[in-house]
């Protein structure tokens, strides 16, 4: 059965909740500053940018954000980027985690989190609760799957996408009969004992519009839909999470089906995930098109000049907007926003998120005074398989690379995670330097 026709959907009686995530330890050194969602993404967006602007393509206008870790980067990218009018009645609202008299807890997990919400969210009016995660690479009209939550009179839709067996180790995997009511659910099942009866049968595929071959799982995307009555009682327990505690549960009494999502879908919640899928964006025909105008993805525009490119080579590269690139080779990076890149310069496979601001002269000349470099990077430095966080100073003659180190290095200047090199937020990479 299709669902393409989006002229039932009554989007005004839907409330959109963003999870924020917890610290993000797996996106650490990313992290270290910023809280998950506030990761920059493709040279000149956030990861929260993803959600947020599927919701608005979607016509969902009232959006909250749940987060509690250093969210100040976060609180200031939201208030800066999505500002509705007075007669729409939308809006993009952050909530923090906060202590108070009777719970002086944080949020323990994405069902905690709602709950601790949950009377801030019921002043509103609305009949369907759509949860998402903060921290994924996809485009989805969130209509399509309230529209089937509506016509299967369903208590719980959760989106779901085809995936092969070693990806299906690492997810939450659903088993559904032929209505795609959900009748099982394994977290992570890695036992190929526990896996091999979860296989979809490919005599479904057809039904279910599968396009793909091979062996194939439906796993959970972290996408819910609840409707009111149903997430006030799941909710009135101590269960923490909804992936773990809640949907398995429910399944036993409650009408929980599967919405299953062709297109490309990618849960940034490594080092290597996000830089794989940032890679993926310098490709002829990557798998997410940032250039879909039907659904764009929105941010903060910040008014900056076109890049100058002074000479440089340019090769499968993305340049965002306001950076400086000497006679440089770039091939297969995202280069971010007021990037700075000195002459004879060699970049492979690097993600450089740019910079918050122009370092002025004066402050340029005082670091050389000290000795240490401006922010951005240097003059002949050769640097591969890195990612360079904002503000970092990069030397001159500095070499950069991860070929015959651990998989995973702590050192005062960088860090070593998944194979790949971060230099963080602010480092400094001193001139000669070599990694």
């Not at 519009?209 to 149903?230: C, D, H, Q, T």
């Not at 490119?309 to 926003?337: F, K, M, P, R, Y």
Request: proline share 5%; aromatic share 10%; glycine share 8%.
């Amino acid at each position: 059965m299709s669902y393409t026709s989006r002229q039932t959907v009554n989007t005004s009686n839907v409330l959109s909740v963003i999870m924020g995530g917890g610290q993000g330890t797996r996106l650490f050194p990313l992290t270290k500053e910023r809280a998950k969602p506030a990761v920059p993404l493709a040279g000149k967006y956030r990861l929260v940018d993803i959600p947020i602007s599927n919701c608005i393509n979607s016509d969902l206008r009232r959006v909250y954000l749940l987060t509690q870790f250093n969210s100040a980067s976060l609180h200031r990218h939201i208030s800066q980027s999505y500002k509705f009018d007075h007669f729409s009645g939308g809006f993009v609202e952050i909530l923090a985690a906060e202590q108070t008299y009777t719970d002086t807890s944080w949020y323990q997990g994405t069902a905690d989190a709602v709950r601790k919400n949950l009377i801030h969210f019921l002043n509103h009016e609305w009949d369907y609760l759509l949860i998402l995660s903060g921290d994924q690479l996809y485009r989805m009209d969130f209509r399509h799957i309230i529209e089937q939550h509506v016509e299967t009179n369903a208590d719980i839709t959760v989106a779901t996408i085809p995936v092969g067996r070693s990806e299906a180790q690492s997810l939450g995997i659903m088993q559904i009969d032929a209505a795609r009511r959900i009748t099982r659910f394994v977290e992570k099942p890695k036992d190929p004992a526990l896996l091999a009866p979860l296989k979809l049968s490919p005599e479904w595929y057809a039904p279910l519009e599968i396009k793909g071959e091979g062996e194939l799982y439906l796993a959970s995307m972290g996408i819910y839909v609840f409707n009111r009555a149903v997430i006030r009682r799941l909710l009135d327990n101590t269960l923490t999470d909804f992936g773990k505690h809640i949907i398995p549960n429910a399944i036993q009494n409650l009408r929980v089906f599967s919405f299953v999502f062709q297109g490309y879908w990618e849960d940034i919640g490594t080092i290597r995930a996000f830089f794989e899928a940032n890679l993926d964006l310098t490709n002829e025909l990557p798998r997410f098109n940032f250039f879909d105008m039907a659904a764009p993805i929105f941010s903060r525009p910040r008014f900056l000049p076109g890049s100058k490119v002074n000479g440089a080579q340019i090769d499968h590269a993305v340049i965002s907007e306001g950076c400086i690139l000497n006679h440089a080779v770039i091939t297969h990076s995202i280069i971010g926003l007021r990037s700075f890149v000195g002459a004879d310069t060699v970049l492979n496979r690097v993600i450089l998120l740019g910079s918050d601001y122009y370092e002025s002269l004066e402050s340029i000349q005082e670091y050389e005074k000290t000795g240490k470099p401006r922010i951005g990077i240097g003059a002949n430095c050769r640097i591969e398989n890195t990612i360079v966080d904002k503000n970092a100073r990069i030397g001159n003659n500095v070499v950069i690379s991860p070929v015959g180190k651990p998989e995973k290095v702590d050192h005062p200047n960088y860090f070593i995670r998944d194979g790949i090199v971060i230099v963080p937020k602010n480092g400094v990479i001193p001139h000669g330097m070599v990694i």
